[in-house]
C-alpha cells in the first residue's frame, strides 16, 4: 500500500519492486533516498529497524540501471502502526557514497559506521564516520566477497604450532 | 582518529575535566565494551562508547557454512537466552523455504523460548542489581536460573549452548520427566520472583538508584531504534508477539506490560511483570502440549531417521542429498524477526540458491539501543551509567557479532 | 613443666613446598570475562557450585590485587592488546587458566576477528576445553591449577615470566618507532613469530 503512495507521490522513484515471501521490497536510485525517507517517514515508517549491505562483485555498474553497481544498501523500515515492514534497496558502485540518515534518525549513526566498516561504503552528511566493529588501521573491509575468511595471513592463521591449523576449512 | 588520541586530545583541551576509561574489561560492563567517560566533578558531559571488542566475525563465517551449520553459531549470540537465538534463525529459514513445522514443534519451541526469556531477564535484572550494590537478589535469581538450566540440559544435553532447533523443527523431542520438571519449576520460579519483588520493588535504595535514571520519552525510543523491554519501558506496547504473532502466539493469553517514563526502574518492572507472563505462556503450553511429530515430513529438508537410512535406499540417497549439497534453497531475500529478550531479534538472508547462504546478516537488538548511550548518561552521575547500562542489558555476543 | 620437644614445635620442609603450599591455597581469580564462559563462571561462583570451597572465592576485578586470571570467552583481535596489558599489570606470581575452546584455540571462529588462542600473546597455565566447559569443568581446571602450583619451583617462574616482559618491551619499542595501534603490532609480531617457526610472541 505504501508502495503506490511513493509510486503516486515520486513517480519514477521505484525502480523495481518485488514481493518475496511476503515481504515488500522496493529498489530506488541513491539520488532519491532522502525523499523517499521524508515520505516513508510522514507515511508512519518510524522504527529504522536495521541497515545493512550486500556485496556483489560481479554485477557490472550500469549508471542509472536498476540493480547495478557492487553493492545494495539494504533499509528495514517497519510502521509501529500497521505493523507494515517495508525493504528499501539501494544499488551503489564500489567508492560511491550515500547520503547519511543519521540526522533524522539516530539509529542510523551506528548501523551506518558498521556499513562503512565492514564493507568500506562512505555515508555522506554522517556526524561521525568511523570504523565500529573493527579497529583503526584494520586492513580492508572484512564482509566484501573479497576479503578472505580468515584475513588471509594477516592473523597467523598459518606455520603457527598449533596442530588445528593445519588443514583449511572446507568451504561449501 | 583513534580512540585513545581523542581521549588524549579532550584531556589537553579541558584541564579542569577528568577523563575516565571504563571498560574494556570493567566488572559493569558483561562483556566487552568501553566508554571514554568525560567528567566534570562526578557529572558526565560526554561518553564515547566504542564497541567490536567480541567481533568475532559470525556474519562472514556463516557465508562459508551451510544453512544447518550455522545454528550453533546463533547460539553464541545472545547468549543468555540461547533457544531464542536458535528459534529465530530457524524461523528465518524456514520463511525462506516457505516450510511450516509441526504444532507439537511450535509448542515446544514457544515454552523453550519463554523459559529462555526468564533465564535473560533473571540475568539482567540481578546483574544490574548487582552492579547497583544489592547483592542479595543476585543470588535468588541464579538459584532459579540454574534450575532453567536444568531444565535445557534435561532436554537438550547441554545448559548454555543448546542448538535445539533445526530447520523444520527441533532435534529432539522433550524427554520423559520434563513436564513435572517443569511444573515444578512454575511454582518456584513464581515464588522466587516474589521474593525478588520484596527485595528490590519497594527498596528505597533502589528506588534511589534507579527512578529518573535512563529516562527516554517514546519519540525518541522510537527514533533510536529501541526494542523489546526498553521500548515497552518508554511507553510504545509493541511486542512481535502480538503485533505479528508467529509460532501460533496469538493463541496464547498474555499481556504486554508498558511502562510510562522509560527510566531503569521502569525497565525492571517490564522485565519483572514479562517474567510472570512468561510462566503464564508456559503454563499454557505445558497444557496443550499435544503429541506428535516434532519435525517436518518433508525429505528434502528433514533427515531421516537413522533406522530408514539404514534399512531403506531412498532414505539413504535424501540423508547423502542432505548431508553433500544440503537444502535445496530458493533464490530470494528474506527478513524475519522474532521477539527475543532483548528485542527484534532479526535475521535477514540472501540466497543465491546454493547450500550456503550469500548474506546472513543479524539485527541485534541491543545495538540501536547501547548506540543511544550517550544520550542516556548525558548529564548524570557516574555511578548512574553503571545503572543505566545495566538496564540496557548489553550482550557482547549480539552487539558485535 | 617438661621439656620441650623441638621436634613437636618445628617441622622441617622445603621452601617451594611451603611457599607454593600457601600459594595455591589461596587463589584470588581476575575473572576476564569476554563471552559466554563469563555467564557459566557466574554460576561457579554462586550458590550452587560455590568456588569458596577452592579458597579462590575473592574474585578482584582489579588486575593488581589478584595472581589467578581467568581468561573467559573468545578473545579477538581486537582485545588482544588489552589482554596483554592486564597481564602484565599483575603482580608476580600469577597464573592463566584459559577457560573454553575459544580463549584456548580461536575455537568455532576461525574467522580474520579471532585470536586463534591466547596463548600466542600470553602464557597460559591450564586450558578447560568445552563451550562453554560446565562450571564443574572450571572447578576442575582450578584444581589442576593447584597441582601445578604445588609442584612448582620457584626460581624456574622467573625466567618463565622474564621472557613476557621482554616481548612486552618489543612491542612498546615497535609501536611507538612505527607509529601503529597496537592490534597492527601484535599482527606484526605474530607474522614475524611465524616467519620464526614460532607459535607465540613471548
Not at chain 2, 268 to 281: D, G, K, N
Request: charge should be negative; glycine fraction near 8%.
Amino acid at each position: 500500500m505504501v508502495i503506490e503512495h511513493i509510486d503516486a507521490q515520486l513517480p519514477g522513484a521505484i525502480t523495481d519492486r518485488h514481493d518475496f515471501r511476503g515481504d515488500q521490497t522496493i529498489v530506488i536510485a541513491k539520488e532519491n533516498l532522502l525523499a523517499v525517507v521524508a515520505l516513508l517517514h510522514r507515511e508512519g515508517f518510524q522504527l529504522l529497524v536495521d541497515i545493512t549491505a550486500v556485496d556483489w562483485p560481479e554485477r557490472p555498474h550500469v549508471p542509472g540501471a536498476a540493480g547495478a553497481g557492487r553493492f545494495d544498501v539494504v533499509y528495514h523500515w517497519l510502521n509501529l502502526a500497521s505493523q507494515e515492514r517495508l525493504r528499501v534497496k539501494l544499488p551503489v558502485a564500489e567508492g560511491e557514497s550515500v547520503p547519511s540518515l543519521a540526522g533524522q534518525f539516530k539509529t542510523a549513526n551506528w548501523f551506518e559506521r558498521e556499513v562503512f566498516d565492514l564493507f568500506g561504503i562512505p555515508f555522506d552528511g554522517h556526524p561521525d564516520l568511523r570504523r565500529l566493529l573493527t579497529w583503526d588501521d584494520f586492513p580492508g573491509h572484512p564482509l566484501r566477497k573479497d576479503f578472505p575468511l580468515d584475513g588471509g595471513d594477516a592473523f597467523c592463521m598459518e606455520g603457527c604450532t598449533a596442530p588445528y591449523n593445519n588443514g583449511e576449512r572446507s568451504r561449501g | 582518529m583513534t580512540m585513545d588520541s581523542i581521549a588524549l586530545s579532550r584531556q589537553l583541551l579541558d584541564g579542569d575535566k577528568m577523563i575516565v576509561n571504563m571498560g574494556p574489561s570493567h566488572p559493569t560492563t558483561h562483556g566487552t565494551l568501553r566508554i571514554v567517560l568525560e567528567l566534570e566533578g562526578e557529572t558526565i558531559t560526554r561518553a564515547t562508547p566504542e564497541i567490536g571488542y567480541l567481533h568475532r566475525g559470525v556474519e562472514k563465517l556463516g557465508e562459508s557454512l551451510s544453512f544447518q551449520q550455522f545454528i550453533p553459531l546463533t547460539d553464541r549470540l545472545n547468549y543468555c537466552s540461547s533457544i531464542m537465538n536458535n528459534v529465530g534463525y530457524a524461523h528465518a529459514v524456514e520463511k525462506l523455504l516457505g516450510i511450516q513445522i509441526p504444532k507439537r514443534a511450535q509448542q515446544i519451541r514457544v515454552l523453550m523460548s519463554e523459559l529462555a526469556r526468564i533465564a535473560d531477564h533473571l540475568v539482567c535484572v540481578g546483574v544490574n542489581a548487582v552492579d547497583i550494590g544489592a547483592f542479595t537478589a543476585f543470588l535468588y535469581l541464579f538459584k532459579q536460573r540454574e534450575t532453567i538450566y536444568d531444565l535445557f540440559e534435561l532436554a537438550v544435553g547441554q545448559r548454555l549452548h543448546t542448538s535445539f532447533t533445526r530447520i523444520g523443527g527441533l532435534f529432539r523431542d522433550l524427554p520423559e520427566g520434563f513436564v513435572p520438571q517443569a511444573e515444578r519449576f512454575l511454582v518456584e520460579c513464581e515464588a522466587a520472583i516474589d521474593e525478588m519483588e520484596r527485595l528490590l520493588t519497594r527498596n528505597p535504595i533502589w528506588h534511589g538508584r534507579t527512578r529518573g535514571i535512563g529516562v527516554i520519552s517514546a519519540e525518541d525510543a522510537v527514533n533510536w531504534g529501541y526494542t523489546g523491554p526498553c521500548l515497552r519501558a518508554a511507553g510504545v506496547p509493541q511486542d512481535l508477539r502480538k503485533a505479528q504473532p508467529y509460532l501460533g502466539y496469538e493463541t496464547y493469553d498474555f499481556d504486554i506490560p508498558v511502562g510510562t517514563t522509560g527510566d531503569v526502574f521502569d525497565r525492571y518492572l517490564v522485565r519483572t511483570e514479562e517474567m510472570r507472563q512468561s510462566l503464564r505462556i508456559i503454563r499454557q503450553v505445558l497444557d496443550r502440549l499435544e503429541p506428535g511429530p516434532v519435525m517436518v515430513d518433508d525429505p528434502k529438508v528433514a533427515l531421516p531417521s537413522k533406522e530408514k537410512v539404514y534399512t531403506r535406499m531412498e532414505s539413504l540417497i535424501h540423508h547423502f542429498k542432505l548431508i553433500m549439497h544440503g537444502m535445496e534453497m530458493p533464490v530470494g531475500e528474506v527478513y524475519s524477526a522474532t521477539e527475543a529478550a532483548n528485542g527484534e531479534l532479526g535475521f535477514y538472508i540472501v540466497s543465491d540458491g546454493g547450500k550456503n547462504p550469500y548474506r546472513i546478516r543479524v539485527r541485534p537488538p541491543c545495538l540501536p539501543i547501547f548506540s543511544s548511550f550517550e544520550d542516556q548518561v548525558k548529564g548524570g552521575l557516574i555511578a548512574d551509567a553503571v545503572a543505566v547500562l545495566g538496564a540496557m542489558n548489553i550482550i557482547a555476543g549480539e552487539l558485535d557479532r | 613443666m617438661s621439656e620441650l620437644n623441638i621436634n613437636d614445635a618445628v617441622m622441617t620442609t622445603r621452601l617451594d613446598a611451603v611457599v607454593n603450599w600457601g600459594r595455591k591455597n589461596s587463589l584470588w581469580p581476575m575473572p576476564f570475562g569476554v563471552a559466554c564462559c563469563a555467564i557459566e563462571f557466574m554460576s561457579m561462583m554462586s550458590s550452587k557450585y560455590d568456588l569458596a570451597r577452592f579458597g579462590a572465592e575473592a574474585m578482584r576485578f582489579s588486575p593488581r590485587q589478584s595472581d589467578m586470571m581467568l581468561i573467559l570467552g573468545t578473545i579477538t583481535n581486537k582485545m588482544a592488546p588489552v589482554l596483554r596489558t592486564i597481564y602484565a599489570q599483575m603482580a608476580e606470581p600469577k597464573w592463566v587458566i584459559s577457560v573454553g575452546v575459544c580463549a584456548s584455540s580461536g575455537g568455532m571462529y576461525r574467522t580474520y576477528a579471532t585470536l586463534q588462542g591466547v596463548d600466542r600473546i600470553i602464557p597460559v597455565d591450564v586450558y578447560v576445553p568445552g563451550c562453554p566447559p560446565r562450571p564443574e569443568s572450571i572447578i576442575y581446571g582450578v584444581m589442576k591449577l593447584q597441582e601445578k602450583i604445588e609442584k612448582e619451583s620457584l626460581s624456574m617462574r622467573k625466567d618463565h615470566i622474564g621472557r613476557f616482559y621482554e616481548s612486552l618491551a618489543r612491542q612498546e619499542a615497535i609501536q611507538t618507532e612505527k607509529g601503529l595501534t597496537g592490534q597492527q603490532t601484535i599482527r606484526e609480531m605474530l607474522m614475524d613469530a611465524a616467519d620464526r617457526g614460532a607459535g607465540t610472541i613471548f
